[in-house]
């Protein structure tokens, strides 16, 4: 589909897709790369393999617990994505939705769904998913549950804000004269016409998740026992990892939090570059 | 004879945004584009709605398609009052009434090729598939587009004069009896312009077309459309046989309209325009003529009392004060600038 | 000695399809006091040429060719800031929209004393008495200068960006598309206020406009462009009564006129051609009813007679005659097609 195709020229975009593409090999193939990432490692005298330094069997070396951090990092790479796609697709689809309906329909509907949108937007972000993570429990799908009902109105409101100057074109205009349906002018000639920008919302809303994923992780709220980028941060933080200067726990997890961020918005620029070219020149 | 369009008091007012003590009065100020305007066309007519920005035209021709319900008024098109009308007899009119746009540009969605915008008429229309191709065959032809690969491209891949084609096109492939033309050369250049004009003359008597052509300019309205109607701050204030209105306009506002036009010659009237300082205002239209703060001819009466729209002659009416008192029209031909 | 000439001009602009010739051979002469109109449709590069005199381009664009003479100092020579120092004072400029020409956050009288403090020096005082006086001489009520530009309509602020246009009487006044759009009446206003205004301060005004009526009705000379370039200049008498640029004649002939009653108006088939890669003979060519081969091969000079009429067309010696036959709108007519 046209409307979903990026520009190929584009340097950033293609460096986006590819660390994307990098990461999605990895969590795809994780069991194969890595090791259990919650085995306690002993060395041959019996001792923790606690705080080791990177070698050949354990490429970024071990936690204080004895854990390989190279296969938690890679086993992270699947909650970070599983996170990062599936509350993208949450906020990408409820803010469609409701912009393409008060924007179309405006009206009661346009009044209610804003209206919630303001709502959402005065709830402050973190202190919402911690709450939520104590009362239904520190599981993943509440983290997902908590970044959808939060970020939907960002999207919503700039995907009504669109349908809006889309109502008045002249094409919108020709098919209702032609007679077709409000139904088959949101599909045809206005719903085509925002999807660049719904993946541009998406594609943020990736960096958006794994950030908070990480960020509630990293204070604890996050699910027990589950080895994320950001528990991993967490774990290194707890037992003063930064002051003992063990970049090799620390420096990864945070490097692939920032990259899959970037690549997110590098990915997104890429579709402003197909709504708005004008940026170019 | 009988009507085919047929508009009776037809008025439209939009609300405009409130300021802070008309919320605390508890007031809903409007703005009237369109304030009580009677008329008919016969079947295969064409007029022009002439008027400047602001005047209604647009509006008015978006209540005949049923694009904008009226505040007042009856529409009949054909056999159907547009009030009320649903279901399956809108799909009828829907087929049977079509607006060509003023900006070819904005008229055709870019994400779809020309092909499928010419079909989706026919989609909405539920005219069998295995006719599309046909169909947009002779409607091409119609229009004087050749050429198959042109139903591949995309929009942007055209210029303004063939996009105008294809708007047309997508117009008239229903067949519809009824069209309103919004300015639809104003966009184009002028080496295009005189192309579709052409097509749309040629068109009104192939097809036996009713037409409504809104445009500001009285030089484009008398060239394809045998009857004019002029508006003003949402009133008709003047109706005629083209040439008639030009040559003898009886409505002061019309005299200075055909008095302004530039004309693309060196040896033209420069004189100063017959109006008075002033400038149209919809909101400030009070019980007078909505002309008399310009009318270099207004007497007290006219800041009084509303002229009515009277039949001055068979097929001729205007809203003027000076009209209607002597019947034949107050205003001396002499004081309006010879054009021919 | 002119005022302003400019000598086979050449603009270009890095685009991502390679570079756009915009301007190619633009030449023009303006006097002290003459009011001369550059037409042509959109994207001959009328406004690239008009804007290039004030200095100010796009990024993209550069000067790849030709001079400008400013009263007899060349100014493609001068740094960027000299130029920019000549704007209002030497050499002002009317946009098309005028909202872009003010401020749309500090008020219309504060933005013309900015211009008259800043760029003319004037002394707080004498700046509120300048500016009193320019308001009234585009008839404007001075007690408005405290409005924001949204509060004005569109032909007021036209008239308040001639105004500061006007302010520091400059040597040249280039207002592009001034009135395009606006009202036929406010248009018709507009033109006679800049045509007195010229007049009383014998500035010279260069009118980039699409509407050759304009032109008519308010140009001394006239200058036509096609595709980048310049293919016919001379007075507006001469140039549209006898055109020897078949373009021109086409240009008049699409031109609807309203004093001359029935007559068809006839379309040049066609599209102007694409400015990267644009034909190698005369650009013309491929609409040109009377193109011959060298036509193809060779463009043609832009030469000049003794009156100062001048054309770049390889036949027009033979123009009386084309010109005769360019009046038939058969002439013109080939069917359209998609590879127009």
């Known amino acids: ?281 | 004879m009988d009507a085919y369009v047929h508009v009776r008091g037809l008025s439209k007012a939009f609300p405009v945004r409130r300021n802070l003590g008309q919320v605390l009065r508890g007031e809903h100020p409007v703005v009237h584009a369109v304030r009580a305007v009677d008329f008919d066309i016969v079947a295969g007519e064409t007029v022009g709605l002439l008027g400047e920005s602001g005047c209604g035209k647009t509006t008015t021709g978006r209540l005949l398609l049923k694009l904008v319900e009226p505040s007042a008024g009856a529409i009949r098109i054909g056999t159907k009052r547009l009030s009320g009308l649903s279901g399956s007899p809108m799909r009828d009119f829907r087929r049977e009434a079509q607006l060509v746009f003023q900006n070819p540009f904005d008229a055709l969605n870019p994400r779809i090729q020309i092909g499928r915008s010419l079909a989706e008429p026919l989609i909405n229309a539920a005219v069998p598939r295995a006719e599309h191709a046909d169909r947009i065959k002779v409607v091409l032809e119609r229009v004087r587009v050749r050429g198959t690969d042109l139903l591949e491209r995309y929009p942007h891949e055209m210029s303004g004069g063939q996009l105008q084609r294809i708007v047309l096109a997508r117009a008239l492939i229903l067949e519809p009896r009824f069209i309103v033309a919004d300015e639809p050369v104003s966009m184009l250049d002028v080496s295009v312009r005189a192309g579709i004009l052409n097509l749309m003359r040629e068109l009104q008597d192939t097809m036996g077309l009713t037409a409504i052509y809104i445009s500001h300019d009285l030089a484009l309205v008398r060239y394809v459309a045998r009857r004019t109607m002029v508006m003003y701050l949402g009133s008709l204030v003047e109706d005629g046989p083209t040439e008639d209105v030009i040559h003898t306009p009886l409505h002061p506002y019309t005299r200075a309209l055909i008095a302004a036009v530039p004309l693309p010659r060196v040896s033209q009237s420069r004189d100063p325009l017959p109006l008075k300082p002033g400038t149209p205002d919809a909101r400030k239209v009070g019980a007078g003529c909505a002309f008399a703060n310009r009318c270099p001819l207004a007497m007290p009466i006219c800041l009084e009392q509303a002229p009515p729209l009277v039949t001055v002659a068979p097929g001729r009416r205007a809203a003027c004060h000076l009209v209607s008192a002597d019947g034949a029209g107050g205003i001396q031909p002499s004081a309006v600038r010879s054009v021919s | 000695m002119s005022l302003l000439s400019v000598r086979d001009l050449a603009i270009d602009y890095a685009t991502r399809g390679g570079t756009l010739h915009a301007v190619s051979r633009g030449t023009l002469d303006i006097d002290r006091g003459e009011v001369v109109g550059l037409v042509g449709e959109s994207g001959c590069g009328k406004t690239t040429l008009a804007r290039a005199l004030t200095g100010i381009v796009p990024r993209n664009a550069r000067f790849s060719g030709g001079e400008i003479v400013f009263e007899g100092r060349s100014l493609l020579d001068r740094p960027t800031s000299e130029w920019r120092e000549m704007l209002w004072r030497k050499i002002s400029f009317v946009p098309q929209s005028s909202m872009n020409a003010l401020d749309p956050v500090y008020r219309v009288g504060d933005q013309m004393l900015e211009v008259l403090r800043l760029r003319g020096g004037l002394t707080r005082k004498a700046a509120m008495t300048r500016s009193d006086e320019l308001f009234g001489m585009v008839g404007l009520d001075p007690s408005r200068r405290a409005e924001y530009p949204h509060q004005f309509s569109g032909g007021m602020r036209q008239r308040a960006a001639i105004a500061m246009a006007l302010a520091l009487e400059p040597a040249l006044v280039i207002a592009d598309e001034p009135v395009t759009a606006l009202d036929v009446i406010v248009q018709r206003q507009v033109l006679d206020t800049l045509r007195d205004l010229q007049a009383r301060f014998s500035v010279s005004v260069l009118l980039v406009t699409h509407d050759i009526s304009v032109v008519a009705y308010v140009c001394d000379k006239v200058v036509v462009m096609y595709a980048g370039e310049v293919v016919e200049s001379g007075s507006v008498g001469e140039v549209l009564e006898k055109p020897r640029h078949p373009y021109t004649m086409g240009l008049t002939n699409a031109f609807p006129d309203l004093a001359r009653a029935g007559g068809t108006l006839a379309p040049i088939s066609g599209a102007p051609p694409d400015l990267r890669s644009p034909p190698v003979g005369c650009r013309f060519a491929p609409r040109c009813p009377f193109a011959q081969h060298r036509c193809t091969t060779t463009p043609p000079p832009l030469t000049f007679d003794d009156a100062g009429h001048g054309s770049a067309c390889w036949r027009a010696d033979e123009a009386p005659v084309l010109a005769e036959i360019a009046k038939d709108p058969q002439t013109w007519t080939r069917t359209f097609t998609s590879a127009a």
């Open chain 1, 1 to 281: 589909m046209r409307a979903l195709r990026l520009p190929s020229g584009d340097p950033l975009a293609i460096i986006g897709v590819t660390i994307y593409v990098v990461f999605f090999a990895v969590a795809l193939f994780a069991d194969l790369l890595a090791k259990d990432p919650l085995e306690i490692l002993f060395l041959d005298d019996g001792n923790l393999a606690a705080n080791l330094g990177p070698s050949a069997a354990y490429p970024l070396g071990t936690t204080n617990l004895g854990r390989d951090i190279y296969s938690q990092l890679v086993i992270g790479t699947r909650s970070a994505l599983v996170v990062g796609l599936t509350a993208a697709i949450a906020v990408v689809a409820l803010g469609t939705l409701a912009g393409l309906l008060s924007g179309y329909f405006g009206g009661l509907a346009d009044q209610i769904l804003m209206r919630l949108a303001d709502i959402a937007l005065g709830i402050p972000f973190l202190p919402f998913v911690i709450v939520l993570a104590a009362f239904l429990g520190a599981r993943t799908e509440n983290v997902v549950l908590a970044i959808a009902v939060l970020l939907w109105p960002n999207t919503a409101r700039v995907i009504r804000s669109q349908v809006l100057t889309l109502r008045e074109r002249g094409f919108v205009e020709a098919a209702r004269v032609s007679g077709a349906s409000d139904w088959r002018i949101i599909r045809v000639h206005v719903a085509p016409n925002i999807l660049p920008l719904s993946l541009l919302y998406g594609s943020i809303a990736i960096g958006w998740a794994i950030l908070t994923e990480a960020s509630v992780s990293f204070l604890g709220f996050g699910p027990s026992g589950s080895v994320s980028w950001g528990a991993m941060l967490q774990d290194a933080y707890a037992s003063q990892a930064l002051s003992r200067g063990s970049y090799n726990w620390f420096v990864p997890p945070g490097v692939c939090i920032v990259l899959v961020v970037v690549a997110g918005f590098f990915i997104s620029r890429g579709y402003e570059e197909v709504l708005f070219p004008k940026l170019k020149d």
